[in-house]
């Protein structure tokens, strides 16, 4: 059974570092992976999708890789801002069913 | 732009109460789903549908019945609410093939009392 894994729980950083977020998957026969935001009380926004031939996917400042192998995904995060404060999630997907992290709450400092 | 969008962003009900929520995409995807979203336990599907009329259980199915009668639209339906169902519930949806990206509604903040 597949299990994802997010670490660390949270994180915070002052304003303008560079940061990694980290997931984890036990079962590397993956479909593709999504990186996705949450900010508090509301609904998920999908940030980048990774299929599993891809080695990365890029937008904007950040940047999330796939290394299947590993059962590994990071989501990089450059120039940090207080804008970017929220919960990311990492969801597997294996059979157009999503598989979820239980999620990175991030806190950038001013 | 792909737009998911719920009936109600909050939600009061009383215990027993039949309760449902709507859930309407516009980007013509095949799959819809509902999950419920609790601290410390993450997201959890409730059910998902692949096509109009069918249905599939997801992880915690019970006390919760959906409707799909149109290609646009997913209900879920609490039959008799009760306070442990009390959550933030998300709706999604995405394309049968392709990528399977989902993606998500505002979500309903439904408080059973």
């Known amino acids: 059974k597949q299990e994802v894994t997010q670490i660390p729980a949270a994180l915070s950083v002052p304003e303008g570092e560079n940061l990694v977020l980290n997931c984890s998957f036990t079962?590397?026969?993956?479909?593709?992976l999504q990186w996705f935001r949450q900010d508090p009380g509301k609904g998920l926004t999908s940030l980048l999708l990774?299929?599993?031939s891809q080695r990365e996917q890029t937008s904007g400042r950040l940047n999330a890789s796939l290394d299947k192998s590993s059962g590994r995904s990071t989501l990089y995060i450059a120039a940090s801002q207080p804008g970017d404060s929220a919960t990311y999630l990492c969801?597997?997907?294996?059979?157009?069913?999503?598989?979820w992290g239980a999620g990175t709450k991030l806190i950038i400092k001013p | 732009d792909v737009k998911v969008t719920q009936s109600s962003r909050y939600l009061v009900k009383r215990t027993g109460e039949k309760v449902f929520l709507e859930c309407v995409q516009d980007?013509?995807?095949?799959?819809m789903f509902w999950y419920r979203q609790d601290p410390g336990l993450g997201l959890r599907l409730i059910y998902f549908?692949?096509?109009?009329?069918?249905?599939e259980k997801g992880d915690i199915p019970e006390g919760y019945s959906v409707s799909r009668e149109k290609k646009e639209r997913f209900s879920l339906i609490l039959e008799s609410a009760s306070t442990n169902q009390t959550s933030m519930y998300l709706c999604?949806?995405?394309?049968?093939?392709?990528?399977?990206?989902?993606?998500f509604g505002p979500g309903t903040r439904l408080t059973v009392t």
């Open positions: 999604a949806s995405s394309f049968l093939r392709g990528t399977y990206e989902q993606y």
């Open positions: 980007m013509d995807h095949e799959n």
């Open positions: 549908s692949y096509d109009v009329k069918m249905k």
């Open positions: 079962d590397s026969a993956i479909y593709n």
């Open positions: 990774i299929q599993s």
């Open positions: 969801a597997v997907n294996g059979n157009y069913q999503l598989i």
